[in-house]
């Protein structure tokens, strides 16, 4: 069963084969997918494949393989790296290690030197996979919680009883401090249908999209209409109207080519603390 893939780069046919008759035998949980002669060979295999590791020989023609893992480096390459090589040269370790190379193989190198050398990099591999698990269920269950917060604050607005310490709490989470506020109804018009045929999540990301750079905001999503909750900088009210205004009809217009709908905005008054937000959203 495959648990990893590799890229051998030599451009030596003998150390090609010996390689990949080492992986073949010691590791059949590693599935080669393809083979490079020489720098660029490697990069274009990399960027097609994204192999979970690499095994480089340094001195390949045209780039060598130290500038080729330059260059994918500077790509956001996930791929780790082993340098093979038969050169001991010290500048090329001290480059090699600035660019975070996993391993160094000297060749020739003890057949279980590099049996062990491959078996501690799987083992990384292993464990970085369980992190980025971890992380992707953590930011799950966040994104599951930020919502139901987002609703239950929004809907203490609605009913106008101010869920304050929920909302204290949401902004503590986010790193947020509430000057001014206000409340943003998102209704598509008359004659292009309501929000009952779109998934949550489509709306939720085309929202941060069209807001997430310019302020921030919570969100209540319902077949009817996208209600806001909007974070309004500080400043006179007039420049405060303006603000809005500006931010409002860009987003507005984001969202009309997202999702193909044609949106009116209603816009509640600007109010300074939270529990008076419910008279904004009255105002929508």
């Not at 085309?206 to 750079?213: E, T």
């Not at 409002?248 to 209603?266: E, F, I, P, Y």
């Amino acid at each position: 069963m495959t648990k990893y893939t590799i890229v051998i780069a030599d451009d030596e046919e003998i150390e090609r084969k010996a390689l990949r008759l080492l992986l073949q035998k010691e590791f059949p949980e590693i599935a080669i997918v393809a083979v490079a002669c020489n720098g660029m060979e490697l990069v274009s295999m990399v960027q097609q494949h994204q192999p979970d590791m690499a095994i480089v020989d340094v001195n390949m023609p045209g780039i060598n393989g130290i500038d080729a893992i330059d260059l994918l480096c500077t790509k956001n390459c996930r791929t780790r790296f082993i340098i093979n090589t038969a050169y001991d040269d010290f500048a090329y370790v001290q480059r090699a290690l600035s660019l975070k190379i996993d391993a160094y193989i000297l060749k020739p190198e003890k057949r279980g030197t590099t049996i062990q050398t491959i078996r501690t990099l799987c083992r990384q591999i292993d464990v970085a996979r369980e992190n980025r698990h971890s992380q992707q269920k953590i930011q799950a269950l966040f994104s599951r919680v930020q919502s139901v917060m987002e609703n239950e604050i929004m809907y203490s607005l609605f009913i106008g009883e101010p869920a304050q310490e929920n909302f204290e709490t949401y902004c503590e989470m986010h790193n947020l401090q509430f000057e001014a506020g206000t409340v943003v109804a998102l209704i598509p018009v008359a004659g292009n249908g309501r929000f009952r045929n779109r998934d949550k999540a489509e709306l939720r990301s085309a929202l941060d999209g069209a807001l997430g750079n310019s302020c921030a905001y919570l969100a209540s999503i319902t077949e009817a209409n996208i209600s806001l909750l909007l974070f309004v900088e500080k400043g006179s009210q007039q420049e405060q109207q303006k603000w809005i205004g500006d931010v409002l009809r860009v987003a507005v217009d984001k969202l009309n080519r997202t999702l193909q709908l044609s949106l009116r905005a209603g816009v509640g008054g600007i109010y300074f603390r939270f529990q008076q937000l419910p008279g904004a959203y009255q105002e929508t």
